[in-house]
């Protein structure tokens, strides 16, 4: 022990300091929404390994020798999220949209039908499709090719309903599939007020472009989840607003696809 107190020198302490500062950005890193991308996280980690190396920094020299020899394995661990969405971008579908006075007739139903739950705290999960696909998402579900009402919501998510507790797919303006189950969440930052619908909704959109609509059956409180991120206790307007941003973002998509042809 008293050698190596005796053979500890200032390089070794600031050795270990910037490790001890490597660990802890990192840590912050992998808590943070992954805005900051795979090439910038290349390039600080290269730059990292090698100052250490001709710098004579042993411990960090290691540590960062480690984990290169790892780095695919451990990459694709940190990325999961990210490589899973990429992947599921290159199966977007494009399709003919339905007209602006079909777009705005829906979204007054989907406003209405939410409304009209939110005080009865009728448990709902309503997903509107964007570019991606979502078939393979959806561990069950009951097909359906109807119109969207606002009836034909309420009806469905009554509690004595068989396919209430699902999620309802609406995709190109009509009601597609019922009763299906979502991917959960894993996200552990969710607030633990948060139930399965939510969590479901969140997983959903952690995963694909959708917009989900979520009525808390224990709150009455509306809340509009898109691109892994809730809005929670939404008001009408506010509504309005993402259904038409996130309808009129896929009109223009597929205008420009259009206009390219």
């Known amino acids: 022990m008293s050698e190596l107190i005796d053979s500890f020198t200032l390089l070794d302490l600031f050795d ?23 090439l910038l996280f290349l390039l600080v980690f290269f730059a990292a390994y090698y100052f250490s190396r001709f710098s004579g920094f042993r411990s960090t020299t290691w540590l960062l020798h480690t984990i290169f020899s790892s780095a695919l394995i451990i990459l694709a661990i940190i990325f999961q999220g990210d490589i899973r969405r990429s992947f599921l971008a290159f199966g977007r ?43 393979h998402l959806f561990e069950v579900g009951t097909e359906i090719d109807a119109k969207v009402t606002s009836e034909l919501l309420n009806s469905i998510f009554l509690p004595y309903s068989p396919i209430h507790d699902g999620a309802v797919i609406i995709n190109g303006g009509k009601i597609t599939r019922a009763g299906c189950l979502l991917p959960l969440s894993q996200n552990p930052d969710i607030a633990k007020s948060f139930g399965t619908r939510h969590r479901a909704a969140l997983g959903l959109s952690e995963l ?16 509009m989840v898109h691109e892994g ?8 307007l506010e509504i309005r607003r993402m259904l038409k941003k996130t309808l009129d973002v896929k009109r223009l998509h597929k205008s420009t696809i259009t206009a390219d042809n």
């Open 93 to 135: 579908r494009d399709h003919e949209g339905p007209a602006r006075d079909e777009v705005s007739e829906t979204n007054e139903e989907l406003v209405r039908a939410v409304c009209e739950m939110a005080p009865k705290r009728i448990g709902a999960l309503i997903v509107i499709t964007r570019q991606m696909p979502l078939d």
């Open 208 to 223: 694909s472009d959708a917009l989900v609509m979520v009525v808390s059956e224990e709150t009455g409180k509306i809340s």
């Open 16 to 38: 270990i300091l910037i490790l001890a500062v490597l660990i802890y950005h990192f840590a912050l890193f992998l808590k943070k929404e992954i805005a900051v991308r795979l």
């Open 229 to 236: 991120k809730i809005n929670y206790d939404v008001d009408q």
